[in-house]
């Protein structure tokens, strides 16, 4: 079974703080991709990558960049954490490109910015 | 503009009470669609791909059906732990993108 880690599950962080959110996962996955959860607006992507060193800007690419060194891991950094940053985030990770191919997703990690 | 649109936003079931959800979408050249169940404080789980319009998939108490315009989410006979959210989500037109594009979910609830 495809394994997506999320480093934390729950996270406080205050104003203007600057946050990393880790993702790992043990599948040789090509792409992997940040999502966020809010009420009533569903996912939104945020960045995702198609290789390392890669990275494209999803909807809501705004006050977040992202880093990819490694083919397993890819890391969601919110430069200056503000308090609408406050949601779940999600990681996804997908085989390849190309039609069809589903993403797997972590357990998330639910940020509160005070 | 592609889009998603799931209905009902909830449904309330007695145990045993078959159902349907629906997803209908807009999209120019469906390369996929996806079901997903999420557990409450859990990531989105994937249950199903669907192609082409007139294809089926099933799973245990769930089968999921697509045509040109929608795709629906059969429950025979649910149970309590069928209770959940379930998302639906379309891939992207071809390009340089492979993102999907979802909707908000229908959540469900089986009572005994």
């Known amino acids: 079974d495809v394994k997506v880690t999320q480093s934390s599950r729950y996270l406080v962080k205050r104003t203007g703080e600057k946050v990393f959110l880790e993702c790992v996962q043990d599948m040789d996955h090509e792409n992997m991709f940040w999502y966020r959860q809010d009420p009533g607006l569903g996912l939104r992507l945020i960045y995702f990558s198609y290789d390392v060193k890669m990275k494209e800007k999803g909807d809501i690419p705004e006050g977040y960049s992202v880093s990819r060194e490694k083919k397993e891991r890819f890391s969601l950094i919110l430069e200056s954490a503000s308090t609408n940053q406050t949601s779940m985030y999600l990681c996804?990770?997908?085989?390849?490109?190309?039609?069809?191919?589903?993403?797997?997703f972590g357990d998330g990690t639910r940020l509160s910015i005070l | 503009e592609d889009q998603v649109t799931q209905s009902p936003e909830a449904l309330r079931l007695q145990e045993g009470e078959s159902s349907s959800l629906n997803c209908s979408y807009t999209v120019s050249g469906l390369r996929g669609l996806f079901w997903y169940r999420q557990d409450p404080g859990k990531g989105p789980e994937f249950l199903f791909t669907?192609?082409?319009a007139g294809e089926e998939k099933e799973k245990e108490r769930l089968k999921a059906t697509l045509t040109k315009k929608e795709s629906f989410l059969h429950i025979t006979a649910p149970k309590p732990e069928d209770s959940a959210t379930y998302l639906c989500?379309?891939?992207?037109?071809?390009?340089?993108?492979?993102?999907?594009?979802f909707g908000t979910g229908t959540r469900l609830q089986v009572f005994p």
């Open positions: 989500a379309v891939q992207a037109p071809p390009g340089n993108t492979d993102k999907l594009i």
């Open positions: 669907l192609y082409s």
């Open positions: 996804a990770s997908s085989r390849a490109r190309g039609a069809g191919q589903p993403q797997h």
